[in-house]
């Protein structure tokens, strides 16, 4: 699952790492950036710009945030799957972590506050969808679900038209540089979104009752 994540990379850093000759005009900071809102991805190389967070459905109680990797190829992800492939730029996700009966929230992010690239489909309604798959290493810890972060290395080839058959390319996506802390229980609403939303705050195991002790990594 992944329901909310943040933008702060400087466009400058996005220029240099994606060699880009477009960005969108309303490309801002945003520390709480949740569905329905429009995200960053680049869906043709070199041209970073914003579509709304979610696919259209045929079922609207289905939100179309997320397409899981097991279910890629079925009818309603196939051909988005197979041609309509995008990388989701953003620079971290929220996931909340139930302790002691509360959930608490973290932000994931990678190491060094390098910007997260993320396997990303998007349809007709320039809408999109970000891939997910079963969690690994830090994230692992906090939910059973994770986005498919994808590697430089992958970026032309998630892109690239001409490859029908991407599932490789989501096999080579790991864990691996992601780092996570707790934050505030302010993220919890989507009205807040300003820079101290992911500021690092107190362990939560100290919230716990007496007695009750968890390792968190």
Known sequence: MCGRVIRTS????????FDLVSVADDLCDRYNLAPSEAIPVIRHPRHLEMLRWGL???DTRMAGINARVESLTKTIYRDKFRDNRCLVVVDGFYEWRSLG?????YLIACRGNAP????GIYDSTDGCAIITAPSQGVVATLH???PVVLPPDSFAAWLDPSVKDARPILAKATADGLTCYPVSFAVNSVRNDEPKLIERVSDPVAELPKGKTLALF
Do not use: C, I, T, W
């Open 116 to 119: 997260m690239v993320m396997a």
């Open 10 to 17: 400087p466009v400058e850093v996005l220029r240099q790492m």
């Open 144 to 146: 059973d679900r994770m």
């Open 56 to 58: 259209r459905m045929p």
């Open 101 to 105: 009966g509360k959930k608490f929230p």
